[in-house]
């Protein structure tokens, strides 16, 4: 079994609050957290939470590369209740959800923080009760040593710019609907704004 297969095990032994004879995984994950909500909700770090992840994602150790972590809140966000007559089904409080996933708002506000960057992916890091942690892949589209790069020099030609914002990150087509195919996914393409939003 290769390292890459341990890491990829002990972070779902974390993710899943397990114990052990040897270890404590649920404590160690709540340490984190503790950290992580002292944090700004942007931050910054040296090297990716979970490498397994961000490997296959992708991610490199090399120049042109960052990792951001974002803490995102959970729930559907806030909706005024209106003041004006209605039956309470008609209310639109509840069970309102936005268009776009929480993964997805997590590429934005990075991209939103590192302008100059695109992002090339995400993944999950974890959650409490308020918030879910995304880290975000970030590429230098300018920097030498990622044009000349045979796996990444695609992210510097021009029609990839703003990927986050427009939906084209791994994230971002899931969330569109472009994951499906087949019977029922007939409206998906080429957008859904294109079909009047009937596919979702």
């Known amino acids: 079994m290769g390292m890459y297969q341990y890491v990829r095990e002990t972070l779902q032994k974390e993710y899943k609050g397990e114990e052990d004879d040897f270890y404590n995984y649920d404590e160690r994950m709540k340490e984190k957290l503790i950290q992580w909500r002292r944090e700004p909700a942007i931050v910054k770090v040296d090297k990716p939470t979970n490498l397994a992840r961000a490997k296959s994602l992708g991610y490199k150790a090399k120049q042109g590369i960052i990792i951001v972590r974002v803490r995102v809140r959970k729930g559907s966000g806030h909706h005024i209740r209106p003041n004006k007559g209605r039956r309470p089904k008609r209310m639109g409080v509840n069970k309102l959800t936005r268009r776009i996933s929480?993964?997805?708002?997590?590429?934005?506000?990075?991209?939103?923080?590192?302008?100059?960057?695109?992002?090339?992916?995400s993944y999950y890091v974890g959650e409490d009760g308020h918030y879910y942690w995304y880290e975000v892949i970030l590429v230098d589209p300018h920097n030498p040593a990622i044009c000349a790069d045979k796996d990444l020099g695609w992210i510097c030609e021009k029609q990839h710019r703003g990927r986050a914002f427009r939906g084209l990150t791994s994230a971002g087509k899931k969330n569109r609907g472009l994951r499906r195919k087949g019977k029922g996914a007939e409206k998906v393409r080429?957008?859904?704004?294109?079909?009047?939003?009937?596919?979702?």
């Open 102 to 121: 929480i993964q997805r708002i997590a590429e934005i506000r990075a991209n939103a923080r590192y302008k100059n960057l695109e992002v090339l992916n």
């Open 190 to 200: 080429p957008s859904l704004r294109a079909n009047n939003r009937k596919a979702k």
